[in-house]
């Protein structure tokens, strides 16, 4: 099978050719959802190509794909930028995750193994000790872990893919913002809400918990926005 070689920051990476904008698009994604390309910075399609040694139709291609995503934007005339994440972005993702997951909690609550459950908690209480200590990244594990296998429940592929199309906005917002021990308490305070209703097979209050819990996500994360705790 043919291939050829592209390089990133970090060295010499082969890539195969068919998947060269499978790549591009990985390696983008994470530098603006790490904070290496700030909000508003410029983005420049033949400057990427030769780093990677690529032509400009996969660049191409990739930037688009990040454009769908709203993690960059194409101004007439001007080029393409690093979105500038708003309220109202901040609005519409915590809308459709809410909507996604309340859904997904009910199957997970009727459905979920109690051993998957009982792990998930017992993570969730690790982490929280572990970000007591000034440790975040068990927290953000557990937290994406929770998430990611409550919507994997479902079985349901176009449910799974809504979610997944807004996952790399959601660790972008983490990734912008200062993450305060509040912030980290009153999660894990509802991660748990969430998973004893499951453990307890109580539909109703799982996903009672589950809408509750993305609305206060809203609300701390417009609350950041507004203080600048979110560099925008």
Request: net charge negative.
């Amino acid at each position: 099978m043919a291939s050829t070689s592209v390089r990133n920051r970090r060295g010499p990476q082969p890539l195969v050719v068919e998947s060269i904008s499978e790549q591009l698009y990985a390696i983008l994604c994470a530098r603006i959802t790490s904070g290496e390309y700030a909000p508003g910075s410029r983005l420049d399609p033949g400057a990427i190509a030769t780093e990677f040694g690529v032509s400009r139709t996969p660049v191409r291609d990739t930037l688009v794909r990040l454009e769908h995503d709203r993690l960059v934007e194409t101004r007439p005339r001007s080029g393409t930028f690093v979105t500038r994440p708003s309220r109202q972005d901040v609005h519409e993702v915590c809308q459709l995750r809410k909507g996604l997951e309340w859904l997904a909690t009910g199957v997970a609550a009727a459905a979920m193994p109690l051993k998957q459950i009982a792990d998930l908690r017992e993570e969730a209480v690790a982490a929280l000790a572990a970000a007591e200590r000034g440790d975040y990244e068990p927290f953000f594990a557990s937290d994406t872990r929770i998430h990611g296998e409550i919507i994997a429940s479902t079985g349901n592929s176009r449910l799974i893919s809504a979610r997944d199309s807004v996952e790399p906005f959601v660790y972008w917002l983490r990734v912008l913002g200062a993450t305060g021990p509040h912030r980290l308490a009153g999660s894990t305070e509802r991660h748990l809400e969430i998973l004893d209703a499951m453990a307890a097979r109580n539909v109703p209050a799982a996903q009672e918990a589950a809408a509750v819990h993305l609305a206060e996500v809203e609300e701390w994360t417009l609350a950041d926005m507004d203080s600048h705790s979110i560099v925008t």
